[in-house]
């Protein structure tokens, strides 16, 4: 958004010829003033949500409009104004068929037309199919005109919640298997967050189809060199003043291996829910609801019209997604043309779920077309069973009046990950070259144990870490009639992928709570590790000059001294523990409280970091007999210290930030290493 000295005449959103026009004043003039080997890095052209107020008319749209619908448009102009013409259903009319030409050419002129004039100069488009404020388009059909999408999220609230699905949809039905999200957006500016407290909404839109993040935002600061520094009220800071920025590649490292498996293969859907052909349009409803343990798309008419048919009984798009299911929603219009494919494609064989229009939305061919969908509608829904609430045409099936539960088993549907109703466990389901790959997310703070049913036969299942990047066979599973019965553990906010890439071996056993057992056994404590701790401070962060030995662990908040309860910044933890002997089993380091991040040493070799949920990192290739080194390096936020420094006179405040959303009241943020450490076993 531009500042209002900035703020002038905005680019025709509904012409091809303005929006190069545009570019070649803009972006053009840029890329000629760069000499071509520095172009390099140069390769997409990016269009953020849309954020500019609606358009309902351009240059020679008059006649575009008499072109596209058979009548004059002009005796209707004066409904622009809120005076009916003829009638108020032929002015709706009108306003339908202005409506959908707008949307067509914001998709068609200005997005696609971007596309075309990027290309010229060998760049791509990237764009964020939605938009607030007076969004004029169709979400999918806009988005499908760029050559990559993209979505949203933020860090809580709600922002995000139909942004994802709305760019997921969009990519799978236009066959685009990237697909971004701007990621942990937040209000505040407050440098209080930390990735642990990202990961719920990560994994959440992990499985609604993301799977390839950008975070948002890194601000380069330059040449500022106070600190924290030049935030936002509007991001995370994911940049080198934050305190935790050494050790972001835990985080990073985690987000590149959930992206890299869910870009491979082909998403698996179920349900396609159609979202009508009204405009302008930035989401689409699910009714009837789709139970848990399906996933579904969105659809549009385009995509219905131009690309789909019926292979193998299922709703089939050129770049072979598939779906099971075609939802109508609950409208009583419909376009004669679109009509007349659904008809198609259910004579084909696919199975469509939805009541029956009564006439066409648009005033084009006006009342021939009304009377045309009642004639084709009575046609195919007169056939439905008032008793069984279907219909067998041709080589599909007609449904309307059961719910979706009721609608997939009638089709031999069942649910793809099936969980119990309580399980507060989420999903997605990709499939590359004859293995599936389940991504599962436990979105509660409490581990759970949970026993999915998989809709795959014959195969092993394994669990796959991105945390960590361990991949292991799950020995217990229980074939099930529709697939395979997986008994898990997950901790708090924990994610797995669970992959399916080989011939079954024989299960160790089909118990449930003894196959939990096998598959996830319990952590042995072999020791606590007591201290004394030596904690090291950062004095240029205002920490102790002198290393601190304690004997017990804390809260850097209930601290005396005010510049450790204030303090942010690095803190290295040091101490030893003793091993008469080595056990069998592999050894595990558990902080299980820290805030934000740690990074662990054992006898001065590195052997990983946590930042999650379970806090627990493997040291067995460095432990030995006798005593062992431990150096735990922690990583806290900027929170504690920007607070403290509110209550100092202002010439004794060393922080600055641009954007100050704390007072000397407010309460200070759990901080540093809490614990228990200790030592556990484990013979995975």
Not at 231 to 239: D, G, R, V
Not at 258 to 281: S, W
Not at 575 to 584: E, I, Q, R, V
């Amino acid at each position: 958004p531009a500042r209002p000295e900035a703020e002038g005449l905005e680019t025709d959103k509904m012409s091809k010829k303005h929006i190069e026009a545009h570019f070649e004043a803009f972006l053009g003039e840029i890329y000629r003033r760069i000499p071509a080997e520095d172009r390099k890095c140069w390769k997409v052209v990016v269009e953020d949500s849309y954020e500019t107020g609606g358009q309902n008319f351009m240059d020679g749209f008059l006649e575009d409009f008499k072109a596209r619908y058979g009548y004059d448009p002009v005796p209707f102009l004066p409904v622009y104004a809120g005076t009916v013409v003829q009638s108020e259903e032929i002015s709706d009319r009108f306003l339908w068929d202005m409506r959908r030409l707008v949307a067509d050419k914001i998709a068609y002129d200005y997005v696609a037309g971007l596309r075309d004039v990027s290309h010229k100069y060998g760049l791509t488009t990237w764009l964020e199919n939605y938009g607030h404020w007076g969004f004029p388009g169709e979400f999918l059909q806009y988005g499908g005109q760029s050559d990559e999408i993209g979505g949203e999220f933020w860090s809580e609230g709600s922002l995000g919640d139909i942004e994802n699905r709305a760019a997921s949809s969009c990519g799978h039905i236009y066959g685009k298997n990237k697909i971004s999200a701007e990621s942990f957006t937040a209000g505040g500016g407050g440098y209080h967050r930390y990735p642990a407290m990202m990961k719920q909404r990560g994994d959440r839109f992990f499985t609604e189809g993301i799977n390839n993040t950008l975070l948002h935002l890194y601000i380069s600061q330059p040449y500022e060199e106070r600190e924290p520094g030049v935030n936002a009220t509007f991001s995370n800071e994911f940049n080198r003043k934050n305190i935790w920025f050494p050790q972001l590649d835990l985080f990073i490292r985690y987000i590149k291996r959930v992206n890299f498996m869910l870009q491979q293969g082909l998403n698996v859907a179920d349900a396609a829910y159609f979202i009508g052909e009204d405009a302008p349009k930035m989401t689409g409803i699910t009714d009837p609801a789709l139970p848990k343990g399906y996933q579904f798309d969105y659809i549009n008419a385009e995509v219905i019209e131009r690309d789909m048919s019926v292979a193998d009984g299922m709703l089939t798009l050129p770049h072979d997604t598939r779906y099971r299911i075609l939802v109508l929603p609950k409208l009583e219009t419909r376009r004669p043309e679109l009509l007349h494919k659904i008809a198609r494609l259910i004579e084909q064989g696919a199975v469509v779920l939805g009541p029956a229009p009564r006439r066409s939305p648009s005033y084009e061919n006006y009342p021939a077309a009304d009377r045309e969908v009642r004639s084709t509608a009575d046609a195919l829904w007169s056939q439905i069973d008032p008793a069984t609430g279907y219909a067998r045409i041709g080589k599909g099936m007609l449904i309307d009046g059961l719910t979706m539960s009721q609608a997939m088993k009638l089709i031999g549907c069942t649910p793809d990950c099936g969980t119990a109703e309580e399980d507060p466990v989420l999903y997605c389901h990709r499939t590359v070259n004859g293995m599936e790959i389940y991504f599962i997310s436990n979105q509660s703070d409490k581990p759970i144990r949970t026993a999915p049913e998989f809709r795959v036969k014959g195969m092993q299942p394994e669990a796959w870490s991105a945390i960590d990047g361990s991949m292991r066979t799950l020995p217990a599973f229980a074939p099930t009639p529709d697939g395979v019965r997986v008994p898990l553990k997950l901790d708090g906010y924990e994610s797995l992928f669970i992959v399916f890439r080989r011939q079954a071996a024989q299960p160790e056993t089909t118990d449930l709570a003894a196959g939990t057992e096998a598959n996830f056994p319990d952590y042995k404590v072999l020791q606590t590790l007591g201290g004394p701790w030596t904690l090291t401070f950062d004095p240029g962060k205002r920490g102790p000059a002198r290393p601190l030995v304690t004997k017990e662990l804390f809260d850097f908040t209930q601290h005396a001294d005010f510049d450790i309860r204030h303090y942010s910044g690095p803190v290295t933890y040091e101490t030893t523990f003793t091993l008469d002997s080595l056990p069998t089993e592999r050894i595990y380091l558990n902080l299980n409280d820290v805030t934000a991040m740690a990074k662990v040493k054992v006898n001065g070799a590195y052997v990983g970091g946590v930042w999650t949920m379970p806090y627990r990192v493997e040291i067995t290739d460095a432990v030995k007999t006798g005593e062992n080194n431990v150096e735990i390096e922690v990583v806290t936020t900027w929170k504690n210290r920007l607070i403290g420094d509110l209550k100092l006179p202002q010439s004794e405040r060393r922080t600055w930030v641009a954007y100050q959303p704390w007072t000397a009241d407010d309460e200070l943020q759990k901080s540093g290493l809490i614990g228990p450490v200790v030592l556990e076993t484990n013979h995975f």
